[in-house]
């Protein structure tokens, strides 16, 4: 099995090479846009892969962080990662190893202020999660959405009540911040 690692905190995470956590830039810009109200946020990242968006955001000190995954060499790699950051799954911590696609219908996203879409690159149902994620009739009002990918992503998967915040260029890395009014 191949490993690759990032460096965190000042520690090597290792990670399966199918893996491709969201570069170090791109995670800099992004919470320069969100740093001032980080604290506030209720975090729900459905592709979490190496975990490094939540372990960020626990490190900022976000409210609740709920991490998804589907595949198991994922999920025991994080929790390697998590003893070596000295970080305990418990309430505000959550790491589930099931198909964010599953969960959708039964989160209470009422909770949640910062909905993170960062989909592996290979992902075949991204046109289907989107228009899952724009039917869900009770999300709360001001919510945030990242979203992150490679390729031409069309805005038209978003409902008329999604407006755009910002948007990045880094490389090959397309990325946006939506927010629900």
């Known amino acids: 099995m191949n490993l690759n690692f990032i460096v965190f905190d000042n520690k090597r995470l290792f990670f399966s090479s199918s893996v491709k956590p969201t570069k170090n830039i791109v995670r800099k810009?992004?919470?320069?846009?969100?740093?001032?109200?980080?604290?506030?946020?209720?975090?729900?990242?459905?592709?979490?892969?190496?975990?490094?968006?939540?372990?960020?955001?626990?490190?900022?000190?976000?409210?609740?962080v709920l991490n998804f995954d589907i595949k198991e060499i994922n999920i025991s790699n994080i929790f390697v990662s998590l003893n070596k950051l000295n970080i305990s799954v418990d309430d505000n911590f959550l790491l589930y190893n099931v198909d964010s696609l599953v969960w959708l219908k039964d989160i209470n996203?009422?909770?949640?202020?910062?909905?993170?879409?960062?989909?592996?690159?290979?992902?075949?149902?991204?046109?289907?999660?989107?228009?899952?994620?724009?039917?869900?009739?009770?999300?709360?009002?001001?919510?945030?959405?990242?979203?992150?990918?490679?390729?031409?992503?069309?805005?038209?998967?978003?409902?008329?009540?999604?407006?755009?915040?910002k948007k990045k260029v880094i490389g090959n890395v397309l990325f946006f911040l939506f927010k629900k009014f």
């Open 29 to 64: 810009q992004f919470f320069s846009w969100i740093f001032l109200f980080v604290s506030k946020l209720y975090v729900i990242d459905f592709f979490c892969g190496s975990c490094v968006f939540g372990f960020e955001f626990y490190n900022y000190g976000a409210k609740k």
């Open 109 to 165: 996203f009422l909770n949640f202020s910062l909905l993170v879409l960062d989909p592996p690159y290979s992902f075949e149902n991204i046109d289907f999660f989107l228009l899952k994620i724009n039917s869900v009739k009770f999300l709360r009002k001001c919510v945030f959405f990242f979203f992150e990918t490679n390729f031409v992503f069309a805005l038209n998967y978003f409902s008329y009540d999604l407006f755009l915040i």
